[in-house]
C-alpha cells in the first residue's frame, strides 16, 4: 500500500465516465508557481474521508506527493487549481483509483475583492449530522446543485447553508467568518461544516495577529449585524462579503481586519512556498 503508485494521467476527454457514478471522495489544491500549498494537510484530510466511508487512502504522501509534482510539470500552468478524486467501484474489490484533473487556474476578478461579494442564505438546508457528516468531502455534490436552484437573483457570489436549527453552517463551497469588536467569529464543526484547510490557516494568522478567535454557533442575525463578515476557500482565499440577504455589512466594503487577514494569506503563501 505505501508503494502504491497513484496511476496516470488523463485528459478530460480521455477521462474514463465509469468513475462518475462510482462512491468518490476528493480534495481541491491550489498550486502556485507550481508548487502546491498546505499538501499536507490536504492529503490528511483526503485520508480522514477515505477512513469515514470505510475505505483505505492507498497512496502514501510521498508517493502521492511526487505524482503531484509530475501532473503540475506536464500541465505546463504556473497557477493551478487541481482536484484529486478517488474513486472506489462498490462491485470490484481494490485499493481505489485516483484522477487528478489540473485546471489552469484563473483568479477572480480584482473588482471583487475591492468591493466584496454578496451572499444569499439557502431555502435547503445542511444536513444534519446524523445523515451525513459534512466533514467527507465527498464528491456526491448534490447538496450545492440544490443551493444553487436556490438563487434567485444575478449578483449572488455564494450561496451560504443554515442548519436543521436555523444556525449558520458554511457557503456551498466556502467557510464563512464574521468580525464583531475585533473578535473573529466562525461556525463550529457542530454547526456541519466541513474544516476548510484555508480556513485553519486563516484562523492561524488571525492568532498570530493577536486577534481573538472562537468557532461558535451563529445565527443569521449575528451575520446581519457583524462589523464585517469574509468567507475563505482554496480558490478565492480571503474574500469580503459586504451584503448578506439584502442587508448590507458594516459600512458595506472590506473591512480593516478582512484586508488585513487577506495580505497576512498571501504573505504566509510566499514565505511558505519560497515565492518572491
Known amino acids: 500500500m505505501e508503494n502504491a503508485a497513484p496511476g496516470d494521467f488523463f485528459k478530460a476527454e480521455?477521462?474514463?465516465?465509469?468513475?462518475l457514478d462510482e462512491v468518490s471522495v476528493f480534495e481541491t489544491l491550489r498550486i502556485y508557481s507550481k508548487r502546491a500549498f498546505r499538501f499536507g494537510e490536504h492529503y490528511q484530510r483526503l485520508g480522514e474521508s477515505c477512513r469515514a466511508i470505510g475505505k483505505e487512502n492507498p497512496f502514501s504522501e510521498?508517493?502521492?506527493g511526487r505524482w503531484v509534482e509530475e501532473g503540475i510539470v506536464e500541465s505546463g500552468f504556473e497557477g493551478v487549481l487541481l482536484r484529486l478524486s478517488l474513486h472506489w467501484d462498490p462491485e470490484v474489490e481494490g485499493d481505489g483509483q485516483l484522477v487528478g484533473i489540473f485546471r489552469n487556474f484563473e483568479a477572480y476578478p480584482p473588482s471583487l475583492y475591492e468591493k466584496g461579494i454578496a451572499v444569499q442564505t439557502t431555502v435547503s438546508r445542511r444536513w444534519t449530522l446524523k445523515a451525513q457528516d459534512p466533514r467527507i468531502k465527498a464528491s456526491q455534490f448534490v447538496s450545492g446543485v440544490l443551493a444553487t436552484i436556490d438563487k434567485t437573483e444575478e449578483g449572488i457570489h455564494e450561496l451560504?447553508?443554515?442548519g436543521p436549527s436555523g444556525t449558520v453552517a458554511e457557503g456551498t463551497i466556502s467557510n464563512i467568518f464574521i468580525v464583531k469588536h475585533k473578535r473573529l467569529l466562525t461556525p463550529s464543526v457542530s454547526s456541519g461544516i466541513l474544516k476548510g484547510v484555508t480556513r485553519g490557516v486563516v484562523m492561524e494568522i488571525a492568532q498570530a495577529r493577536g486577534f481573538s478567535t472562537q468557532e461558535t454557533f451563529l445565527?443569521?442575525?449575528?451575520?446581519?449585524?457583524?462589523?464585517?463578515?469574509?468567507?475563505?476557500?482554496?480558490?478565492?482565499?480571503?474574500l469580503a462579503v459586504t451584503s448578506v440577504d439584502h442587508r448590507r455589512i458594516g459600512l458595506g466594503v472590506p473591512?480593516?481586519?478582512t484586508l488585513t487577514l487577506a495580505k497576512d494569506f498571501k504573505d504566509k503563501i510566499k514565505k511558505e512556498l519560497?515565492?518572491?
Do not use: I, Q, W
Not at 14 to 19: A, G, H, K, N, S
Open 14 to 19: 480521455e477521462l474514463p465516465l465509469v468513475f
Open 62 to 64: 510521498e508517493a502521492l
Open 160 to 162: 451560504l447553508f443554515l
Open 219 to 238: 445565527t443569521r442575525h449575528e451575520l446581519y449585524t457583524a462589523d464585517e463578515c469574509f468567507m475563505t476557500n482554496t480558490s478565492s482565499e480571503v
Open 255 to 257: 473591512g480593516s481586519v
Open 274 to 276: 519560497g515565492m518572491k
